[in-house]
């Protein structure tokens, strides 16, 4: 659909360049803006665990590796490609030879389902990056406008893209950061959102954020779930087979589907990046979801930091891109007033919706 001049986000999206978001995140208010000044990138080499471990310290769900030795990148790893791997270990090492042994690290497992004299903890990252194929490494140009990021989010199906400076015929192209998905939700929310106008100012109006999430088609109600006392590997399980990045924690003992929590790709940095972390993976859902959501809690100073990642069908999508953007989050799930889940909106169902009217 043709740029009408009643919709402001192609204007707002023409006129920032991925660069000036990457470079200048204080500036356009995204949640990109507590990221490193320095963008991350992992040296091929790291083994599974480090590299899981850079993701979480760097608070980051995705970096590009970069192999010397080729001179350049040779893929994306993601928490998707970790679990791929984990899953593929583990598939290969008896489930009762791994839950009854204590002392068992997640080295100790790998290198009893992998061969050569390293074993698994040599297992360098260039060797699980794409694993999952659902991330490839896709790049633009950081003189390119954020509309092209949002069309291709769209028609390739890729949430974050590698953006690269243009240094001259000679100088080659420079690593500058990453866009993604949440990088123009915020952005979107920073120049529409509750929050983008001051005081005795008028909002800029927004048609399209004004619709339900109903209207749009939105509400899908095909909720892919687990229950509390299924175990965490079950969920990851259930992701990687889906090709999903989160599963619903959903009560269904009255038949009411009562949404109670998540579980998402990133809660893997949990089981991956501490030591002894992979016992977690036996755990219940419901336990795993609660003592992680409290620890996060505590991170931030005893303050209640656990957002409510929860809409209505009622609710407009201009408010769900706005609570994405407020959470930090990648989804939100849509509830009936009396808790009963019947949707999930991601933000590739966001990029979707814009990109299709553009």
């Known amino acids: 659909m043709a740029e009408t001049p009643e919709d402001p986000v192609p204007g707002i999206l023409s006129a ?46 995705s970096a590009p590796v970069y192999d010397e030795k080729a001179g350049g990148f040779v893929g994306m790893l993601d928490y998707r490609d970790l679990v791929a791997y984990i899953l593929a270990v583990l598939h290969k090492v008896p489930a009762d030879r791994i839950s009854a042994d204590a002392d068992l690290e997640l080295t100790d497992i790998i290198r009893q389902a992998t061969t050569g004299p390293q074993g698994t903890a040599g297992v360098p990252i260039k060797l699980v990056a794409n694993l999952s194929k659902l991330n490839p490494l896709a790049h633009l140009y950081s003189t390119e406008p954020v509309l092209t990021a949002v069309k291709t989010f769209a028609r390739d199906k890729v949430h974050r893209l590698v953006v690269l400076r243009q240094e001259g015929a000679a100088g080659g192209d420079t690593f500058v950061g990453i866009i993604s998905q949440s990088t123009v939700a915020a952005l979107i929310a920073s120049r529409l959102g509750k929050l983008s106008t001051k005081p005795g100012q008028p909002r800029t109006s927004w048609p399209l954020g004004e619709k339900t999430l109903a209207d749009l088609g939105l509400v899908k109600g095909d909720v892919i779930s687990i229950s509390p006392e299924d175990q965490v590997l079950e969920a990851l399980y259930l992701m990687h087979e889906k090709k999903i990045s989160s599963v619903g924690i959903v009560d269904r003992s009255e038949g009411d589907n009562l949404l109670l929590g998540s579980i998402s790709m990133t809660d893997i940095k949990e089981i991956l990046a501490r030591r002894g972390g992979w016992k977690r993976l036996f755990d219940s859902a419901m336990h795993f979801f609660g003592d992680l959501r409290a620890e996060q809690g505590l991170q931030h100073h005893g303050d209640d930091r656990v957002p409510s990642f929860t809409v209505h069908p009622g609710t407009t999508l201009g408010s769900a891109v706005e609570k ?35």
């Open 16 to 61: 920032i360049t991925c660069g000036e978001v990457i470079l200048s995140p204080d500036q356009f208010a995204t949640r990109e803006s507590t990221r490193p000044t320095v963008p991350v990138c992992l040296d091929s080499e790291l083994s599974v665990q480090e590299g899981c471990a850079a993701l979480a310290a760097h608070r980051v769900s």
């Open 324 to 358: 994405i953007a407020a959470t930090r989050s990648h989804r939100v799930w849509v509830v009936e007033k009396d808790g009963k889940v019947v949707g999930v909106v991601s933000l590739s169902d966001v990029m979707a919706v814009i990109a299709a009217r553009l």
